[in-house]
C-alpha cells in the first residue's frame, strides 16, 4: 500500500502542468578551501524564476554575496626577523545562473529534488602586500565560470506558495587565458544552504 501511495503521488507530480514560479532566496554561505583561511561565511540573497513540467524545473538566478575577510591584517614571515602585511577588501560577488532539477515526490506536500546551477560570478576585491622587499596593491575585478551540485525540499504551503530549502556545493574559477590572468586554473569553493518563498502561478 505506501509503495502504489508513492507511485500515485508521483505520478500525480508528474502529470501536473505547466507553471511558473518567482522566488525570493535567503542563504548562508561558507567558503571551504583555500577561502576559508581569507574569508568568513557570509548571508547572501538572491531572486530566482522557475518554470516546472512534469518532474523537472528549471531555474533562472541573480544573487549577490559578500564574503568580508578574517582579519584587518595577516602577517607573513620574511625571514628570520621580519614580517610582511597582506590585507583584503571585501570579496563581492554578483551571480548568474541557469538551473536545472528532478522532483520526486514524498507526498502530496513534499517534494525532494536534485540537479546543477550553470553560470557566471562577477567577483570584485583588492589585496595589499607589504614587507622590506615589496609593497604590491591588485585591484582585481573578473568574471568566474560557476558550477554548483544541489539538493533539497520543496514544501507545498498554499495553492500558490511554496518552500524551498536547499544545499548547494559551489565551484568558481577565474575564466580567461592564463597569460593575461595569473589566477586562471584557480578553483575556489563554498558550500551554501538557504531557503526560498517562490509564488507559483
Known amino acids: 500500500m505506501l509503495l502504489t501511495s508513492f507511485k500515485a503521488s508521483a505520478q500525480n507530480w508528474a502529470d501536473d502542468d505547466k507553471t511558473y514560479g518567482i522566488g525570493l532566496r535567503a542563504e548562508y554561505d561558507m567558503p571551504i578551501g583555500n577561502l576559508k583561511f581569507t574569508y568568513k561565511a557570509a548571508p547572501a540573497a538572491g531572486i530566482s524564476f522557475y518554470i516546472n513540467e512534469g518532474t523537472a524545473t528549471a531555474e533562472v538566478g541573480l544573487g549577490y554575496r559578500e564574503y ?3 582579519l584587518d591584517t595577516f602577517y607573513y614571515l620574511v625571514n628570520d626577523n621580519d614580517y610582511g602585511t597582506a590585507t583584503y577588501s571585501k570579496f563581492k560577488t554578483i551571480m548568474f545562473y541557469l538551473g536545472g532539477a528532478y522532483n520526486l ?14 553560470g557566471f560570478y562577477f567577483t570584485k576585491f583588492s589585496s595589499n602586500t607589504s614587507d622590506a622587499f615589496v609593497n604590491y596593491t591588485e585591484d582585481i575585478t573578473e568574471r568566474q565560470g560557476y558550477i554548483a551540485p544541489k539538493l533539497g525540499f520543496n514544501f507545498t504551503l498554499s495553492d500558490h506558495l511554496r518552500l524551498n530549502v536547499q544545499g548547494a556545493y559551489n565551484l568558481f574559477a577565474p575564466l580567461g587565458k592564463a597569460e593575461y590572468n595569473s589566477r586562471v586554473g584557480t578553483f575556489y569553493y563554498s558550500v551554501t544552504t538557504g531557503a526560498a518563498i517562490i509564488y507559483n502561478f
Open 105 to 118: 515526490s514524498l507526498s502530496d506536500a513534499m517534494r525532494i529534488y536534485g540537479g546543477f546551477n550553470l
Open 68 to 70: 568580508k575577510p578574517k
